[in-house]
């Protein structure tokens, strides 16, 4: 199959269909699985809506937003506070829809006056100059030193300041939040400089753009969602800010019928950057130290995310295929004479995200009723020095390890690896928890 090809199939495997639209894509990354991915096995455990779905690294809320459409409770875990803010927020159907049009059209409005006094014109390109020049918004020196460069234009995120400060100065606790999470998602789709690919950078240069309309057409669509989903029954969800590998402390015990999620998969991709613009200009992240502490919450996925007390390889030294691989990378690397910082924490990043794995599953058992079965979205991985990453097969021998029942290995969808010039596999893998009911 040509790399074109399965690049068409792998897309048309990711993409939202018209009919999932309505609420997944208020604020969504860019790689999610898609929606249909949760009703396949939402059917396949034939789950009812007397059960509870959990989603312990749940992301934007792709599980948790499905299954209150499927009317199953669900309950989910995430440990980025902005993303965390994301899933909570598209959750949360009870909102007067008008309400939320009148409250944002106010917002606009004394946003919009506040810019036209300063001479700024409201469509993009136009920056119309005034007898007393204006002095910009801009972030402070901290904040600005989280952002990649060039995230943003200086006229763009004058208008989005402008806009955030009339919201605080008008909070509204029926309406803020849904108004906030329409400007995170404009901010970064639309008014920023930023471009997805595998990773995240600079694109085209923007100059100005039409802050307050494009915040108010998301609004608009929100209303518009929210007007047909609340016809659904609905189901409760609960969304807890939190580490996955500390479950048991956030979730009460045999309360969970089945799990469908997607952790982090073993790469040098930093998710925290892909939401680091938002994250800083709603406020959820104001320095390095609020970075450092939010990653601190995150599987150790990638060598930004390590840090000197970390103890999770602990779970995995006993396993020799971790041994063997992590040993392999770090051979590889002497051979190559690799010696920045960076490639030396390759090994130890392979041992620490699979230990990760191994404590996060272990912290599940208390969790889980009899029976339960459990769907772990994984790919493999060629990051380090190309040395292959089998992941799903890897987390399947952990987890037996721990007393699970492997049921399956899907086949979810492959992509082609640029450096390995390889296909890699993105897996399913299938559990089943047998093991007693804990008290």
Not at 302 to 308: E, H, I, L, P, Q
């Amino acid at each position: 199959m040509s790399y074109a090809t399965q690049q068409k199939k792998g897309d048309e495997l990711n993409r939202l269909y018209e009919e999932d639209l309505p609420v997944h894509d208020w604020y969504r990354f860019v790689l999610s699985f898609p929606p249909h991915l949760i009703r396949d096995y939402v059917e396949r455990f034939s789950i009812s809506n007397h059960q509870r779905i959990l989603d312990p690294f749940c992301g934007t809320g792709t599980t948790l937003v499905e299954a209150k459409k499927l009317g199953i409770p669900s309950i989910g875990i995430e440990a980025n506070p902005v993303v965390h803010f994301a899933a909570s927020v598209k959750t949360d159907w009870d909102v007067d829809t008008q309400g939320l049009e009148h409250y944002a059209e106010f917002v606009a409005k004394k946003a919009q006056s506040i810019l036209d006094a300063q001479g700024i014109d409201y469509g993009p390109l136009f920056y119309q100059a005034t007898a007393e020049p204006i002095t910009l918004k801009t972030l402070n020196s901290a904040q600005e030193r989280l952002l990649i460069k060039d995230s943003i234009s200086p006229l763009p995120l004058h208008k989005v300041l402008t806009l955030l400060d009339v919201m605080e100065a008008h909070e509204d606790q029926r309406f803020s939040r849904y108004a906030r999470l329409a400007l995170a998602k404009q901010v970064v789709y639309s008014i920023s400089n930023l471009r997805f690919g595998p990773e995240i950078g600079i694109g085209k240069i923007k100059k100005d753009a039409p802050v307050i309309q494009l915040w108010l057409q998301g609004i608009r669509g929100m209303a518009h969602d929210l007007r047909h989903i609340q016809l659904l029954p609905g189901a409760p969800v609960v969304v807890h800010l939190g580490d996955a590998r500390q479950a048991a402390s956030l979730i009460e015990p045999n309360s969970v019928d089945a799990v469908i999620t997607s952790p982090p998969y073993p790469n040098e991709k930093d998710y925290s950057r892909t939401t680091r613009l938002e994250s800083v200009l709603l406020g959820f992240m104001s320095s390095p130290d609020d970075l450092r502490r939010h990653k601190q919450q995150f599987i150790r996925s990638n060598t930004r995310a390590v840090y000197k007390n970390d103890r999770d390889d602990v779970w995995i030294a006993n396993l020799p295929r971790v041994q063997a691989l992590a040993d392999a990378i770090e051979q590889r690397r002497i051979e190559l004479r690799k010696t920045s910082g960076f490639e030396k924490l390759y090994a130890r990043v392979v041992r620490l995200y699979f230990g990760g794995m191994a404590r996060h599953l272990e912290e599940m058992k208390p969790l889980l009723r009899p029976g339960a079965k459990l769907a772990y979205v994984v790919g493999d991985q060629a990051s380090y020095f190309r040395i292959m990453i089998r992941t799903g097969q890897i987390l399947a021998e952990i987890a037996e390890s721990l007393g699970y029942k492997v049921l399956d290995i899907d086949l979810f969808r492959t992509r082609f690896s640029t450096a390995t010039k390889a296909y890699l596999r993105e897996e399913v893998v299938l559990l089943q928890w047998n093991g007693k009911r804990f008290s």
